[in-house]
T-cell receptor, first 116, second 112 residues
Framework: DAGVIQSPRHEVTEMGQEVTLRCKPI?????LFWYRQTMMRGLELLIY????????DSGMPEDRFSAKMPNASFSTLKIQPSEPRDSAVYFC??????????????FGPGTRLTVT | SQKIEQNSEALNIQEGKTATLTCNYT??????LQWYRQDPGRGPVFLLL?????KEKRKERLKVTFDTTLKQSLFHITASQPADSATYLC???????????FGSGTQLTVLP
């Protein structure tokens, strides 16, 4: 398996522009997670999906952020409008969550977002 | 408030020694705890998972302990090598069993 695939790997945009990050989870995994990592705040969970349904989006910073998972093999994280403070590395991870959800998470390579 | 603390931001040890990293937590009752390794420019990679009813778990040169009374996990790398140099993150489940909250990480450098 190719692992979790994220695109783009790097994104540089100007403040106010819309940014869309994409993720393809590992085939067969039923949970998908979006994280943001910064030096100041570390790795933060933004939202997670189980069986394509958003379960908890309490980590989404504000209404400028939205995430979708239209099918089991694709998810997007959108920021509109983007602001300089959104600059971070965004990771997508997937997991095969069993009944008790103990399974490890597999991370993608991340998207480094810079908003100028 | 809930908090996960990893003992130090950076740890330097000599090759061949045992590295011990600490993860302390407050106001959580995790069912399990995980350790991940992260190299610069890459996503975290899963290493080990330990459940609340397990005291110790081993995998090759890695050992994890979990003390729910002390609210602490220790992560050991024996016979450390320069290739073990990386940032190590502990993570525990919060709320839903599937959700993980990560500590800030400890950057380990193994000196040759």
């Amino acid at each position: 398996d190719a692992g979790v695939i994220q695109s783009p790997r790097h994104e540089v945009t100007e403040m106010g522009q819309e940014v869309t990050l994409r993720c393809k989870p590992i085939s067969g995994h039923n949970s998908l997670f979006w994280y943001r990592q910064t030096m100041m705040r570390g790795l933060e969970l933004l939202i997670y999906f189980n069986n394509n349904v958003p379960i908890d989006d309490s980590g989404m910073p504000e209404d400028r952020f939205s995430a979708k998972m239209p099918n089991a093999s694709f998810s997007t994280l959108k920021i509109q409008p983007s602001e300089p403070r959104d600059s971070a590395v965004y990771f997508c991870a997937s997991s095969l969550g069993g009944r008790q959800g103990y399974y490890e998470q597999y991370f993608g390579p991340g998207t480094r977002l810079t908003v100028t | 408030s809930q908090k996960i603390e990893q003992n130090s931001e950076a740890l330097n040890i000599q090759e061949g020694k045992t590295a011990t990293l600490t993860c302390n937590y407050t106001n959580y009752s995790p069912a399990y705890l995980q350790w991940y390794r992260q190299d610069p420019g890459r996503g975290p990679v899963f290493l080990l998972l330990i459940r609340e009813n397990e005291k110790e778990k081993r995998k090759e040169r890695l050992k994890v302990t979990f003390d729910t009374t002390l609210k602490q996990s220790l992560f050991h790398i024996t016979a450390s090598q320069p290739a073990d140099s990386a940032t190590y993150l502990c993570a525990l489940n919060s709320g839903s069993a599937r959700q993980l909250t990560f500590g800030s990480g400890t950057q380990l450098t193994v000196l040759p």
